[in-house]
């Protein structure tokens, strides 16, 4: 079975703090891909970043960072100095390669940054 | 270049009323599915396709129907809607897995029935 769980349901800072989204996934898959999506209050989805299995090396874009462990199974995204516009859903996702067409989500972490 | 258009972006249903939540892409995308979305459930996979005349059921697929009669379309229908439809939809759709380009979502559809 796949699974994606983000633990962190409602996470408050104030502006400038950093802050941390935990993702942890479940797959018997070799190869898979992970996500990361944005929805803001407007409701969109805006795609973040995509991983594959087989690349653990951290990425940074900008105030944005994540960082994968296939030791912990982890996919935890890190945003720098945040800032109000950050304020969002944040959802991590699984594609395992024997599941084609789907994505699993996890249950998503609503962030509030307070100016 | 619309990417994934869905249509309508809201609509209210009575109980018992059957629609069909419009979703068409022009990326020549092999792969499409609908999710829906409720609070505090992150995006659940109602049913999928991975190419025109080829679907299957996702996690939540009871009350609903798909077809895929060409690359484009991926219609959801509602035979006889129920309160506990109501939702947000989303339909998305990728080249394929094995390519793995992420996914493109739509705007969503805002379905409420009473």
């Known amino acids: 079975a796949q699974k994606v769980t983000q633990a962190q349901t409602e996470i408050s800072v104030v502006e400038k703090e950093d802050v941390t989204l935990d993702c942890v996934y479940e797959?018997?898959?070799?190869?898979?891909?992970l996500f990361w999506y944005k929805q803001p209050p407007s409701g969109e989805l805006v795609f973040l970043i995509r991983?594959?299995?087989?690349?653990?090396q951290n990425e940074i874009s900008g105030r944005y960072s994540w960082n994968f462990q296939k030791s912990t199974s982890s996919f935890n995204f890190t945003i720098t100095a945040s800032q109000v516009v950050d304020s969002a859903v944040y959802f991590c996702?699984?594609?395992?390669?024997?599941?084609?067409?789907?994505?699993?989500f996890g249950q998503g972490t609503t962030l509030q940054v307070k100016p | 270049n619309a990417g994934v258009t869905q249509t309508p972006k809201f609509q209210v249903l009575k109980t018992g009323q059957s629609m069909t939540l419009q979703c068409a892409q022009d990326?020549?995308?092999?792969?499409m599915s609908w999710y829906r979305q409720d609070p505090g459930m992150g995006l659940r996979l109602i049913h999928y396709?991975?190419?025109?005349?080829?679907?299957d059921q996702g996690e939540v697929p009871n009350g609903y129907n798909v077809s895929r009669s060409t690359t484009e379309d991926f219609p959801l229908r509602l035979l006889s809607a129920a309160p506990s439809q109501t939702s947000v939809y989303f339909c998305?759709?990728?080249?394929?897995?094995?390519?793995?380009?992420?996914?493109?979502f739509g705007s969503g559809t805002r379905l409420t029935v009473v």
């Open positions: 991983r594959n299995s087989f690349d653990e």
């Open positions: 998305a759709s990728s080249l394929g897995t094995l390519k793995n380009y992420g996914y493109t």
């Open positions: 396709s991975v190419g025109a005349g080829i679907t």
């Open positions: 990326m020549n995308h092999e792969y």
């Open positions: 996702a699984l594609n395992g390669s024997g599941n084609t067409g789907k994505l699993i």
């Open positions: 797959t018997r898959d070799t190869t898979y891909y």
